[in-house]
């Protein structure tokens, strides 16, 4: 069955520390996104990418990377994670009518 | 720039009873996606309804919602609600289709017995 799918599922990081949070589609889908939630601010899209090696920044980019080697597969990289960057981030693959797919999310906790 | 409103934060009511959820949408374009997604408590959003024909009611799941380019609204209602509606629910446009969904700030619906 076609599938978003994020690892971890949960994480503490350390603040200063690098952050890596992987997501992989088998929707065959051409566009991916990273978001985060937080309560107050609904989903807010950081980066997203329309094919692989190509990425492109979001609405709140500051403080985060994104990868993506693959059709398959899209990385959200956080080099120095801070304290305002706990959330929960959820990763999406889009069809051809802008439906969007969402992954079951990674909650986040920098202490 | 492209941007969605919903105007309620959290709507609480009795089973049973009607609910109603305003969205409404600027963009400049003339043929925009609209969406509503739900998203229960610790679970991911999940596509709920999606509209981009003018005037068209359409339904799922005892929930429908009709595009209105001449108001630019897109409101979600229910007859009765359950209390399984209890949830987060997202508008969304998409902008000709295009790169993004722009996500409004949620509404939060609270339904009790």
């Known amino acids: 069955e076609a599938a978003v799918t994020q690892s971890p599922r949960s994480k503490v990081a350390v603040t200063g520390g690098k952050v890596t949070l992987s997501c992989h589609q088998t929707?065959?889908?051409?566009?991916m996104y990273w978001y985060r939630q937080d309560t107050g601010h609904g989903l807010r899209l950081i980066h997203y990418?329309?094919?692989?090696?190509?990425?492109e920044k979001g609405d709140i980019p500051d403080g985060y990377k994104a990868s993506r080697p693959s059709q398959e597969n899209f990385s959200l990289i956080l080099e120095l994670a801070s304290l305002s960057q706990t959330a929960v981030y959820f990763c999406?693959?889009?069809?051809?009518?802008?439906?969007?797919?969402f992954g079951p999310g990674t909650r986040l906790t920098v202490l | 720039g492209d941007s969605v409103t919903q105007t309620e934060g959290l709507v609480t009511l009795t089973e049973g009873l009607p609910v109603m959820l305003n969205c409404t949408y600027q963009t400049i374009y003339s043929n925009p996606f609209l969406f509503w997604y739900v998203q229960h408590l610790n679970e991911s959003p999940r596509l709920l309804l999606k509209?981009?024909?003018?005037?068209k009611r359409t339904e799922h799941q005892g929930f429908h919602a009709t595009l209105h380019k001449s108001s630019s609204s897109f409101h979600l209602q229910k007859s009765s609600a359950q209390l399984s509606d209890s949830a987060l629910y997202y508008c969304a446009l998409s902008p000709q289709g295009g790169r993004a969904l722009i996500f409004g700030t949620g509404t939060t619906v609270s339904v009790s017995p």
């Open positions: 999406a693959s889009r069809d051809n009518y802008a439906e969007q797919f």
């Open positions: 509209s981009f024909t003018d005037n």
């Open positions: 990418s329309y094919v692989a090696d190509s990425t």
């Open positions: 929707n065959n889908h051409d566009y």
